[in-house]
């Protein structure tokens, strides 16, 4: 008679554990389910921009605090992820005093690298007018990168140049205003004036 009701009590004592198992595996499974649900919408925030700022201008001060450039645009997006800013027409005017002015504009750009990177998109054009021996100069290609604080470009894009009454015409440039020196990549042709019209 014992021995009848210990047996019913064992199926009993085992579907009571296997349910225990099974709810316990369900909620470290929904657990699970939410904190991956989480990381997820975290992930999309992470990609979204944390500040806009419509019509801003920043000037860049150097070490010893005098103003090296003005950097300003129609609106400015900062994205956190890549730690990068995407500008809609952008404006670099470089205001150091030992090398000549120059302003570069453009349709779209992004600042990245710390803020030493700033990569022109779209009718970009780079103005230096003329000042002391040095010419004026003005140069326009589609895109540009430009490394403010270094006082230096580049592009691998067609470029058109204008030195003076000279005009000159290539495939990539680097150039340094700082330096004054430019040099145009292959395949351009450069255009001098007569020597009575320089």
Request: aromatic letters at 6%; glycine letters at 8%; proline letters at 7%.
């Amino acid at each position: 008679m014992l021995r009848k009701r210990t047996a019913h009590r064992w199926p009993l004592t085992w579907m009571i554990v296997i349910g225990v198992f099974v709810v316990v595996g369900t909620g470290w499974m929904v657990q699970l389910i939410n904190e991956s649900n989480q990381d997820t919408a975290q992930d999309k925030f992470r990609n979204e921009p944390d500040y806009i700022i419509d019509r801003f201008s920043v000037v860049r001060m150097t070490k010893d605090g005098k103003p090296a450039y003005i950097i300003s645009g129609d609106k400015l997006t900062h994205l956190p992820a890549e730690d990068a800013s995407d500008i809609v027409k952008p404006y670099i005017n470089t205001l150091a005093a030992d090398h000549p002015p120059m302003t570069v504009r453009g349709d779209t750009a992004r600042v990245d690298r710390d803020n030493s990177r700033v990569k022109f998109n779209g009718n970009v054009s780079v103005v230096r007018p003329a000042e002391g021996k040095s010419q004026a100069m003005s140069l326009t290609a589609p895109t540009l990168t430009v490394f403010p604080d270094e006082q230096r470009m580049e592009t691998d894009a067609p470029v058109e140049l204008h030195l003076g009454q000279t005009v000159a015409t290539g495939v990539g440039m680097t150039a340094n205003n700082a330096t004054l020196q430019t040099q145009l990549g292959g395949r351009g042709k450069i255009t001098v004036p007569p020597r009575a019209a320089r």
